[in-house]
């Protein structure tokens, strides 16, 4: 499957499942906009080649509860 000039949205990029459809979508050529909630962890991303041309989509979001 080619996935080249297509954007892939992946949430939770930062975990386990997250992180390894974010490798998987690099694999296959996707353009990757990947959130999180653990800043060091997506750091690590911005190594993978897809993230390297779009390093400005790596996003850190903050959970807050609410009642």
Excluded: P, W, Y
Aim: glycine share 8%.
């Amino acid at each position: 499957m080619n996935l080249k000039n297509k954007k892939v949205l992946i949430t939770g990029a930062s975990g386990g499942i997250g992180n390894s459809l974010v490798e998987k979508f690099d694999s296959l050529g996707a353009e990757i906009i990947a959130t999180g909630t653990n800043e060091e962890k997506l750091k690590k991303l911005r190594s993978l080649k897809r993230l390297r041309q779009f390093q400005d989509h790596l996003m850190e979001f903050c959970l807050l509860e609410t009642f």
